[in-house]
Each structure stands twice: as structure tokens, then as C-alpha cells.
């Protein structure tokens, strides 16, 4: 069975930092893409940064240059360090796996998200 376990959220001054972990567990082929969205209340969820299958990275434009994606394969965990915090960035994160089933069909595997407070 797959899981995948978030940590690391909470409540932070603007400005400050924070890491969120991602734990995945079970057995998940044809990878796509692992990485992170967010979530605010009446918005759909967005990508904040991913890894592809090649091992690049991709980066949603609003945290380029304060946030890093990144990972140890040897504990099958993503992490995401975030750093100068904004007001914004309040969301819930959410970690992501997206499986390639066949050409053009794919399959999401989420964690259960962390809060992601920051105050101004």
C-alpha cells in the first residue's frame, strides 16, 4: 500500500524558514513526477515544485529563489525548504507522486497535507 506522510508545517513570521518532509511508502512504478502543491480555501490546488522523471525541477514562478525541492532516495523522502516566508505562502502543502499509467494517463498519489502559516 502507498503512503505518503508530510511533516514540517506550522507557524512562522514572515521572513522566516521553514522544511516540510515527505516520507513515501510501497511500491510505486513509472514515476513521473514527485514534488509539492498547495492549497488555499476556495482555490485549486498548485504546483509549487516537482521533480520530473529526468531529475529535473520545475518551480511555480511565486517561489523561485526561496524555495528548494529536494530528496534522498536512500529514505524515500522529498523535502521542501522554504525560506523568506511571505503571507502568501500560507496554504496547505500537499506531497505529490504521479504515476504514468499508459501514454496520456496518469494516477496522483497525495499525502495527507501540513499547514503552512505564515504571519505578517
Known amino acids: 500500500q502507498v503512503q505518503l506522510v508530510e511533516s514540517g508545517g506550522g507557524l512562522v513570521q514572515a521572513g522566516g524558514s521553514l522544511r516540510l518532509s515527505c516520507t513515501v511508502s510501497?511500491?510505486?512504478?513509472?514515476?513521473?513526477?514527485k514534488g509539492w502543491y498547495r492549497q488555499t480555501p476556495g482555490k485549486q490546488r498548485e504546483l509549487v515544485a516537482t521533480?520530473?522523471?529526468?531529475?529535473?525541477?520545475n518551480y511555480a514562478d511565486s517561489v523561485k529563489g526561496r524555495f528548494t525541492i529536494s530528496r534522498d532516495n536512500a529514505k524515500n523522502t522529498l523535502y521542501l525548504q522554504m525560506n523568506s516566508l511571505k503571507s502568501e505562502d500560507t496554504a496547505i502543502y500537499y506531497c505529490?507522486?504521479?504515476?504514468?499509467?499508459?501514454?496520456?494517463?496518469?494516477?496522483?498519489?497525495w499525502g495527507q497535507g501540513t499547514q503552512v502559516t505564515v504571519s505578517s
Open positions: 510501497g511500491n510505486i512504478f513509472s514515476i513521473n513526477s
Open positions: 505529490n507522486v504521479r504515476q504514468m499509467l499508459s501514454p496520456g494517463a496518469s494516477w496522483d498519489y
Open positions: 521533480f520530473t522523471s529526468g531529475g529535473s525541477t
